[in-house]
């Protein structure tokens, strides 16, 4: 099992709670992204910079990424496309998106997509907050515990 973290809109915490959790199970993450930041010295982790420009992050990560593998993002479409490749995906705020509930998500961000071009204000997400850490962290690690019990290292 590989991690892919959809790294240019992830929230610090989000970040360094992944980190933590990889060098504590030692599983292999890939950070892509398409701007350089720090990230952790570890034989676990490695950065996949990928040119600049619309879904190259999500392009790279559903290219690349495999059945049984790891996909943290907030990306409704990548999303869907890891489950379809049979990756689990979280997102950011730990709720893990499947088969079963991602049609619904991709229904309700394209209404929105289509109320944001005709002009109507939505708004945009919460701000991200320690609760939201606290139940990335504790998804996080049912899904990574769950995984090594399977066998999936």
């Known amino acids: 099992m590989k991690i892919w973290l959809d790294a240019d809109a ?12 990889v060098q504590r199970v030692e599983l292999p993450l890939t950070v892509v992204s398409n701007h350089a930041f720090e990230i952790p010295r570890s034989p676990f982790i490695e950065r996949l910079l990928v040119a600049s420009g619309f879904d190259e992050a999500d392009n790279e990560i ?7 593998d790891m996909v943290i993002t907030n990306d409704i479409p990548l999303s869907a496309e890891a489950i379809e490749k049979g990756a689990m995906v979280l997102n950011f705020r730990g709720e893990k998106l499947t088969k079963a509930n991602i049609s619904a998500r991709l229904s309700m961000r394209n209404f929105m997509d289509e109320l944001r071009s005709s002009g109507v204000d939505t708004g ?22 769950a995984a090594l019990r399977r066998g999936s290292k």
């Open 62 to 68: 559903v290219a690349r990424c495999e059945q049984g």
């Open 124 to 145: 945009g997400p919460k701000a991200f907050s320690a609760a939201d850490t606290r139940e990335f962290a504790n998804s996080l690690d049912r899904e990574l515990s």
């Open 10 to 21: 992830s929230p610090r915490p989000v970040k360094e709670t992944l980190y933590r959790a």
